[in-house]
């Protein structure tokens, strides 16, 4: 049974920062790219930063680009978002996912296995 689990989540102010981490169990993780994704309240899950199966090539989305920073740890079948310098507009259920041998996608539907999220508020 896959299973990817979340952590990390909570309450910080502007400017503060969080580390997000994925466990992954019963896919063998190095072959996926895995990917962070968020969706606030009332709109749509939007793509936040993925890393490549091969290579660890990263890609992010320009919201959050020089602020957060995706990273994998394979021993540990784990993916980390580390985000700084945190603003109101991050708020938002962040989800993490699996996507077999693919260097890297934004489109969520490309994503086979997914979390259950775990929630960031930014607020003062």
């Known amino acids: 049974q896959v299973q990817l689990l979340e952590s990390g989540g909570g309450l910080v102010q502007p400017g503060g920062s969080l580390r997000l981490s994925c466990v992954a169990s019963?896919?063998?993780?190095?072959?996926?790219?895995m990917g962070w994704f968020r969706q606030a309240p009332g709109k749509e899950r939007n793509f936040v930063a993925v890393i490549s199966w091969i290579a660890g090539d990263t890609t992010y989305d320009e919201s959050v680009e020089g602020r957060f920073t995706i990273s994998r740890d394979d021993s540990k079948s784990t993916v980390y978002l580390e985000m700084n310098n945190l603003k109101s507009e991050d708020t938002a259920t962040y989800y993490c996912a699996a996507d077999k041998f693919s260097r890297g996608s934004r489109d969520a539907s490309s994503y086979e296995y997914w979390g259950q999220g775990t929630q960031v508020t930014v607020s003062s």
């Open positions: 019963g896919i063998v993780s190095t072959t996926y790219a």
